[in-house]
């Protein structure tokens, strides 16, 4: 920890650092805030870390835990340990089988050509363990034979980045282009990147970016959280034996008089599958129906079954009663009839 960070890595860094603006999620203020807090009005602006340099051999522990009890650099030890112990064997555990993994498709490499997953595989171990840039050339490797690879070009421009190599921009760019997801995260990278290189008005445009996704996947989710009679609604095209799995789980519950599933047409991410499952909970003859019970029997649904994607579950009573009629109509939605 005490090794010296090499000039340039402190400094970029530092101005990485300054980009951060405060969360509301965050029990401290940035840093640029604070600096500008205790008199550093210009801080990041001027982004210069040797303004913050300090002469003197004394580290930062030293100078502290001099007035620390006897007792507790001996406590904070044993506590790091209990809490840490595990995750460090965890690694160990994982890096150790990683090499084995590796070994074995390094086998299988010399006697027959190896699959993109078989090569992602690699180079995802080979950066996990050895550091991303040891895996470059087994990333290039990946791209040169499909370019829109997006966990390779990401992995890839991320390493790049950090390296002070704006080619790392496109490479992120083509991950972003092919999963829409990555747009968070690989913003926030070309983000720093561009402040730190002092190219504000193309980091600014990022920024802009990632709020505007932010607003599309909050939009998303209002949508398919939203479930109305004028709705669109089509067959929910799921595997045949991922069907055959969920109507097992569904025939455990003797509550379930029948299941409607179907997929709801969005508008937002059109490409990711929204599906709706209706429930009609049974009754007696005599009973009336019970909302309380009705969302019970949902809230045991969510969480006891496992579904084929992201899956809005609904009571076909009330408000929903009209989608009986709607989802009977839409081929193969009913999947599960309790036997009487």
Known sequence: IRQPLTPDKAQAWFQESLSKK????????????????????????????????????????????????????AETNESWNNTFGRMWRGRHEYVSESRKTLAKLDEKSKTEELTIEDRWERARLISDTQGATAAIPFLEEIIALQPDHAAANYTLGEVLLSQGDDAGIDKIEQAMGKDVHATRAGCELI??????????????????????????????????????????????????????????????????????????????????????????????????????LDQALINRLATEVSYPGYTYIIALEQNYRPLRRI?????????????K
Not at 330 to 339: L, S
């Open 22 to 73: 405060h969360s509301y999620y965050d029990t401290h203020p940035a840093l640029g805030d604070r600096l500008e807090a205790i008199g550093y009005p210009d801080v990041r602006e001027i982004a210069q870390l040797e303004v913050f340099a300090k002469n003197g051999n004394q580290r930062s522990d030293e100078y502290f835990f001099q007035s620390a009890p006897v007792a507790f650099i």
């Open 191 to 292: 983000f720093n990147f561009l402040t730190v290189q002092k190219r504000l008005d193309e980091a600014q445009m990022y920024q802009r970016r990632a709020q505007e996704y932010e607003e599309k996947v909050e939009s998303a989710r209002v949508e398919r959280n939203t479930i109305r009679e004028t709705d669109s609604f089509k067959s929910h095209g799921v595997a045949p034996d991922a069907v055959v799995a969920l109507r097992a789980q569904l025939a455990r519950f003797s509550e379930v008089a029948s299941a409607h599933l179907v997929q709801k047409v969005c508008k937002h991410f059109p490409d990711e599958p929204s599906y709706v499952l209706g429930i009609i909970r049974k009754r007696a003859w005599y009973q009336s129906q019970d909302n309380k």
């Open 327 to 339: 989802f009977s109509d839409v081929r193969g939605a009913e999947i599960y009839r309790a036997v």
